[in-house]
């Protein structure tokens, strides 16, 4: 099974590692949730989950390629679609991926579309993203009629982020990730998060430096004619500098938040601003220089990136590096939460996770994996439910007044999963966990473990208010 997306700048070679003292940790406390409820079992690494208009739970399959229809009560499921273009490969991030349900679907049969973001197979075994309009048959209930909003967009088997929601403005906003570059398989890959697209590629439909940004579209696929000018140039990107954004939603008021895997520190949560940047690869969390530095294995000239050797825990002389505070922005938004900041020095080489040579699962990371705004019953503030794939729980982000920091962390489930994905209920009293049907977590010791309480299911948690 592929690992966690990690680091692509480590901590650098002339620093010693060194344990260091209070660094916060998650709780692996009990993995027991008082009224917790399997709804079904047996799915294909579902992907998206979200509460459909007519009741019903609406799913994608990233391994399985399906949407599926399941009854919130019984389990029961029903096939709308399988995406047989959709491209998997075993053990990685693509397949079908993000879904967003048009506002109006249901209500207006005009607006009776659903949009899924999956990769296929462009040409000579290329892999690309595109997302894709469907219309719902009410009668049949089945999707069917596709047509291509987008394509061409980057895509590899890591960091496809591929969160697609829809905003009060009645457009697009979907998350790519930086696509793996610079670390691992692909360490002699650029990253591109802060490279911005040119007049002629988006004249030539080109999206190469879409990578690591969210992007923000007319529902034809369309460049909105009020999206941020960026290097001069309006294009798709509404935001840049992402690593791996897997949680993008809108509160109440209009904000949208997204929740973000870093690599061996500081998962954020962001508050997403038109035109801003948001560091990476240059920053992970704040610039603090604490435990990162960025190391541009694509960049090593004296001796050919390919002839080195990647490690996460040591940068070769011949790469370029850099602190954070070496670089700056003036459109820098830091994020208004981190998980977990260690200091500089920190081993992450945790003996817990040596066996097998699993360190990564100890970094003190937890890979936020979706991230949902829930405003029910609350004050203006409201929460943000955020699911995590390593350490199997699911956090509750309370937020201040103006939504524009994080008062409190608290707990709502935890078991020994991969949490995937989340959709409250109606009433606010229900929060439905998907959960990844394989791959490596935590278990309450905190080591790794593959065996999983839940493979491939959605599970029922009572939420209180």
Request: aromatic fraction near 10%.
């Amino acid at each position: 099974m592929r690992r966690f997306p990690i680091a692509l700048a480590v901590v650098p070679a002339l620093i010693p590692l060194s344990a260091s003292a209070d660094v916060p940790r998650p709780d692996f406390g009990p993995s027991t949730i008082p009224g917790l409820r399997v709804v079904t079992s047996g799915l294909a690494d579902p992907y998206e989950i979200t509460w459909g208009p007519d009741g019903f739970l609406w799913t994608t399959e990233k391994s399985g390629r399906r949407v599926l229809r399941i009854d919130p009560r019984t389990g029961a499921k029903t096939t709308l679609l399988t995406v047989r273009d959709a491209v998997h490969t075993k053990g990685g991030q693509d397949g079908l991926l993000g879904m967003a349900l048009h506002p109006a679907l249901l209500k207006d049969r005009r607006h009776d579309h659903v949009y899924l973001a999956h990769t296929y197979d462009s040409g000579r075994r290329r892999l690309r993203t595109k997302i894709v309009r469907y219309t719902y048959d009410r009668a049949g209930r089945r999707l069917h009629r596709p047509f291509d909003v987008i394509t061409g967009l980057a895509s590899s088997v890591d960091h496809q982020s591929a969160r697609l929601t829809f905003g009060p403005d009645g457009k697009l906003y979907y998350t790519i990730g930086d696509q793996g570059a610079n670390q691992l398989t692909y360490y002699c890959r650029p990253n591109l998060a802060q490279r911005l697209p040119t007049e002629a590629e988006v004249r030539d439909r080109r999206w190469t430096a879409y990578q690591g940004k969210v992007l923000r579209l007319n529902i034809d696929g369309s460049i909105p004619g009020d999206n941020p000018r960026l290097g001069g140039v309006r294009s798709h990107v509404y935001s840049y500098g992402h690593r791996n954004a897997q949680g993008l939603d809108f509160d109440h008021q209009g904000r949208l938040y997204s929740s973000e895997q870093g690599p061996k520190t500081d998962d954020e949560i962001n508050i997403i601003r038109s035109g801003g940047n948001y560091g990476w690869p240059h920053v992970v969390g704040h610039r603090d220089d604490k435990a990162y530095v960025y190391g541009n294995w694509s960049a090593s000239r004296e001796v050919p990136c390919a002839s080195l050797t990647y490690s996460d825990y040591r940068i070769p002389a011949p790469v370029p590096t850099a602190k954070e505070t070496d670089w700056y922005s003036w459109r820098f938004v830091p994020p208004v939460k981190t998980f977990h900041t260690v200091p500089s020095g920190f081993d992450f080489r945790d003996p817990k996770c040596a066996e097998g040579g699993l360190y990564y699962v100890c970094w003190p990371t937890i890979a936020p994996a979706s991230l949902e705004a829930y405003a029910h019953r609350h004050g203006p503030g409201g929460s943000l439910l955020m699911p995590t794939l390593k350490d199997g729980t699911l956090y509750r982000l309370w937020l201040t007044a103006d939504g524009r920091s994080v008062a409190h962390v608290g707990q709502v489930a935890r078991t020994i999963d991969r949490y995937r994905d989340t959709a409250v209920s109606p009433d606010g009293r229900t929060v439905f966990i998907a959960t990844d049907s394989g791959g490596i977590t935590r278990d309450t010791l905190g080591a790794p473990t593959t065996a999983l309480q839940h493979p491939g299911a959605i599970l029922a948690v009572p939420l209180k208010p």
